[in-house]
T-cell receptor, first 117, second 109 residues
Framework: GAVVSQHPSWVICKSGTSVKIECRSLDFQATTMFWYRQFPKQSLMLMATSNEGSKATYEQGVEKDKFLINHASLTLSTLTVTSAHPEDSSFYIC?????????????FGDGTRLSIL | GQNIDQPTEMTATEGAIVQINCTYQTSGFNGLFWYQQHAGEAPTFLSYNVLDGLEEKGRFSSFLSRSKGYSYLLLKELQMKDSASYLCAVWDSNYQLIWGAGTKLIIKP
């Protein structure tokens, strides 16, 4: 159980394009989802925490107007990279918090590799 | 501030044993996690420790000492597929997950 689906897995697009990434919890309800970014050979960097029905909480240094997060339902959160530029090229990973004690804090999607030309 | 330290890179031989250490200084503690991440993939869960001691799960074991702020991940009978990054993460008092930078493990034949 606790499967998280992330789509698309790979995006290549031109500079200036906006890209939407979806994160779905398939068999559970996720009141909290997390969005991470990972540059090559670096660890995960938390970008924002997404709570269903409320505004996302962004980490320091993350532009909320550039990285739009919507968590409209208990099973879906979306990250939109607006007017993407080459420096936004990265591996974006979502995760969903499972609201039960013990074992795992978060279940991860498979990630989205974003390449901006 | 909150800090998690683990070695940047380690090298080991196929069939051998390797121990990856993690030390942490966080505002509160609600558990420590180890994740494995292969290049280009999302992390996958390996273990969770909240009480002191050793948790064994097949070839992988994880140890925790809360008084020392210390954990290690022990990998036995290393296989080439174990080449990956291993991430240590701690749940702080607010259940925020604090991530270490990861240890890249290189397995040689």
């Amino acid at each position: 159980g606790a499967v998280v689906s992330q789509h698309p897995s790979w995006v290549i697009c031109k500079s200036g394009t906006s890209v939407k990434i979806e994160c779905r919890s398939l068999d559970f309800q996720a009141t909290t989802m997390f969005w991470y970014r990972q540059f090559p050979k670096q660890s995960l960097m938390l970008m924002a925490t997404s709570n269903e029905g409320s505004k996302a909480t962004y980490e320091q240094g993350v532009e909320k107007d550039k990285f739009l997060i919507n968590h409209a339902s208990l099973t879906l959160s979306t990250l939109t990279v607006t007017s993407a530029h080459p420096e936004d090229s990265s591996f974006y990973i979502c995760s969903a918090k499972v609201d039960r004690a013990g074992s795992q804090p978060q279940h991860f999607g498979d990630g989205t590799r974003l390449s901006i030309l | 501030g909150q800090n998690i330290d683990q070695p940047t890179e380690m090298t080991a031989t196929e069939g051998a044993i390797v121990q990856i250490n993690c030390t942490y200084q966080t505002s509160g503690f609600n558990g420590l996690f180890w994740y494995q991440q292969h290049a280009g993939e999302a992390p996958t869960f390996l273990s969770y420790n909240v009480l002191d001691g050793l948790e064994e799960k097949g070839r992988f074991s994880s140890f925790l000492s809360r008084s020392k702020g210390y954990s290690y991940l022990l990998l036995k009978e290393l296989q080439m597929k174990d080449s990956a990054s291993y991430l240590c993460a701690v749940w702080d008092s607010n259940y925020q997950l604090i991530w270490g930078a990861g240890t890249k493990l290189i397995i040689k034949p």
